[in-house]
């Protein structure tokens, strides 16, 4: 993590700091500043929590990166099974230099329907909901305080908190309906991704991955050594069966959120 730290770092020009979970104790690397996600800290700033917040709600950590950093105008926020292949990787860093008036970056950015899980954790009756990808995106100061707000107030209500949004559901779902400048990273005229290797699954086994490529291209899933085996093994397990009632009451609680104000 150190390592891809201090790369992304020489190949952006930028500073970097980590996420990291500091729920059993602080961790504080010498060679990067640290954002301490801990329930106590997201608590702090009034945000809910349920079981999974550390996975589900990625966006916490741009809220707690926005009061550690307050001067920064646009964060990048990069997850740890990213990596950027293909000649110039610097290139990407750069291209989007010249685009800071754009509040937010992300792939797949598109309007979600029923066909994605987090669909019905988005619905409401005054918003339409859009989904992303969120292992790589940019977010302006101001975006991340809007979707900061709507994580506080959504906190408040009990039949929001049934079906908590996910980090793609919530900032897409709110920066677009809010008028923000929102755009894809494939928006510009270059391709930085395709949906062959940048997705949600089964992670693409970094030590045989040699594509060639023409341009820089964002992967995701990747995964090194003993962290490929292991998460390949956790994905071959088979799924244990949601209870019916748990079925029924997650739909309860979509047709619920239709009549909430988003």
Same mark, same amino acid.
């Given at each position: 993590?150190?390592?891809?730290?201090?790369?992304?770092?020489?190949?952006?020009?930028?500073?970097?700091? %980590?996420?990291?979970?500091?729920? /059993? +104790?602080?961790?504080?690397?010498?060679?990067?500043?640290?954002? =301490? %996600?801990?329930?106590?800290? $997201? @608590? &702090?700033? /009034?945000?809910?929590?349920?079981?999974?917040?550390?996975?589900? $709600?990625?966006?916490? +950590? %741009?809220?707690?990166?926005?009061?550690?950093?307050?001067?920064?105008?646009?964060?990048?926020?990069? &997850?740890?099974?990213?990596?950027?292949?293909?000649?110039?990787?610097? +290139?990407?860093?750069?291209?989007?230099?010249?685009?800071?008036?754009?509040?937010?970056?992300?792939?797949?950015?598109?309007?979600?329907?029923?066909?994605?899980?987090? /669909?019905?954790?988005?619905?409401?009756?005054?918003?339409?909901?859009? !989904?992303?990808?969120?292992?790589?995106?940019?977010?302006?100061?101001? @975006?991340?305080?809007?979707?900061?707000?709507? !994580?506080?107030?959504?906190?408040?209500?009990?039949? !929001?908190?049934?079906?908590?949004? /996910?980090? &793609?559901?919530?900032?897409?779902?709110?920066?677009?309906?809010?008028?923000?400048? $929102?755009?894809?990273?494939?928006?510009?005229? &270059?391709?930085?991704?395709?949906?062959?290797?940048?997705?949600? +699954?089964?992670?693409?086994?970094?030590?045989?991955?040699?594509?060639?490529?023409?341009?820089?291209?964002?992967?995701?899933?990747? %995964?090194?050594? =003993?962290?490929?085996?292991? *998460?390949?093994?956790?994905?071959?397990?088979? @799924?244990?069966?949601?209870?019916?009632?748990?079925?029924?009451?997650? *739909?309860?609680?979509?047709?619920?959120? $239709?009549?909430?104000?988003?």
């Amino acid at each position: 993590m150190l390592a891809f730290a201090d790369h992304l770092q020489a190949i952006s020009g930028y500073p970097t700091a %980590l996420v990291l979970d500091t729920g /059993n +104790g602080a961790v504080a690397p010498a060679s990067h500043s640290v954002v =301490e %996600l801990s329930r106590q800290r $997201c @608590a &702090e700033l /009034n945000l809910y929590c349920p079981h999974d917040f550390a996975w589900r $709600c990625g966006d916490y +950590g %741009l809220y707690l990166a926005r009061r550690r950093f307050p001067q920064v105008e646009h964060f990048w926020m990069i &997850e740890t099974d990213v990596r950027f292949y293909g000649p110039g990787a610097s +290139g990407f860093f750069r291209f989007f230099d010249d685009k800071k008036d754009v509040d937010f970056l992300a792939a797949d950015l598109r309007p979600s329907d029923a066909s994605w899980y987090w /669909n019905g954790m988005a619905l409401a009756r005054n918003a339409r909901p859009f !989904r992303c990808l969120f292992p790589v995106t940019r977010l302006s100061s101001g @975006a991340i305080d809007a979707a900061f707000k709507h !994580r506080v107030t959504q906190g408040k209500k009990v039949r !929001r908190r049934v079906v908590w949004p /996910n980090d &793609e559901a919530l900032v897409a779902t709110t920066l677009m309906n809010e008028g923000f400048r $929102c755009h894809d990273f494939n928006d510009f005229g &270059e391709t930085f991704y395709s949906p062959e290797t940048f997705y949600y +699954g089964r992670p693409l086994d970094g030590d045989h991955f040699e594509p060639a490529l023409q341009s820089v291209q964002m992967i995701h899933p990747i %995964l090194f050594g =003993e962290e490929y085996i292991a *998460k390949v093994s956790l994905l071959e397990k088979p @799924a244990p069966a949601e209870p019916w009632l748990t079925v029924k009451l997650r *739909k309860a609680a979509y047709e619920a959120n $239709c009549r909430l104000r988003w």
